[in-house]
């Protein structure tokens, strides 16, 4: 396994990679908000892959053979006029999406992905990295907790 760069030879690899991911989540969904709408794998692909033009941005994948195993999403969130105030880190790194292939899952390649992130926010000045998981998703939250993630913020909803 290598991991890379983002290019172009791997679109639809990463499209199949993001479609995974979506269709897994929306399957945990015991409130049916998580949907995967019919134009979902290339419309959440364009728009990814138009946010990881902004600078610094990047999508980092694993590739084996080949093909596209895994991709991580990083973004670096312009610091807000808020941040300014009530934060010492106002340079964040965010995680938009980290997915594995079902067969190359608990082979290291997530972590890797991760190692990469860290490297990439490392190089770009941030001094934290933050990330959102699906609470319904156990084995995502399990696996973050293992490398050294601590929750930070708790988000709540309610349906009305």
Same mark, same amino acid.
């Given at each position: 396994?290598?991991?890379?760069?983002?290019?172009?030879?791997?679109?639809?690899?990463?499209?199949?990679?993001?479609?995974?991911?979506?269709?897994?989540?929306?399957?945990?969904?015991?409130?049916?908000?998580?949907?995967?709408?019919?134009?979902?794998?290339?419309?959440?692909?364009?728009?990814?892959?138009?946010?990881?033009?902004?600078?610094?941005? /990047? $999508?980092?994948?694993?590739?084996?053979?080949?093909?596209?195993?895994?991709?991580? +999403? &990083?973004?670096?969130? %312009?610091?807000?006029?808020?941040?300014?105030?009530?934060?010492?880190?106002?340079?964040?790194?965010?995680?938009?999406?980290?997915?594995?292939?079902?067969?190359?899952?608990?082979?290291?390649?997530?972590?890797?992905?991760?190692? /990469? $992130?860290?490297?990439?926010?490392?190089?770009?000045?941030?001094?934290?990295?933050? +990330? &959102?998981?699906?609470? %319904?998703?156990?084995?995502?939250?399990?696996?973050?907790?293992?490398?050294?993630?601590?929750?930070?913020?708790?988000?709540?909803?309610?349906?009305?």
């Amino acid at each position: 396994m290598t991991i890379i760069p983002y290019c172009d030879n791997y679109e639809e690899d990463v499209k199949d990679l993001l479609l995974q991911l979506q269709i897994f989540l929306s399957a945990l969904d015991s409130e049916h908000v998580l949907t995967v709408k019919e134009n979902y794998r290339d419309a959440y692909f364009a728009h990814t892959m138009q946010e990881m033009q902004t600078v610094p941005n /990047a $999508a980092i994948l694993a590739v084996d053979d080949g093909k596209a195993i895994g991709v991580v +999403l &990083c973004k670096i969130m %312009p610091p807000s006029a808020e941040s300014r105030i009530t934060t010492t880190c106002p340079k964040t790194g965010f995680i938009s999406d980290l997915v594995v292939s079902e067969p190359h899952r608990r082979k290291g390649v997530g972590r890797a992905l991760l190692s /990469a $992130a860290e490297r990439f926010f490392r190089e770009n000045g941030c001094a934290r990295y933050q +990330l &959102c998981v699906f609470a %319904p998703n156990k084995g995502a939250i399990e696996f973050y907790r293992s490398t050294g993630m601590t929750e930070n913020c708790l988000f709540l909803d309610k349906k009305l």
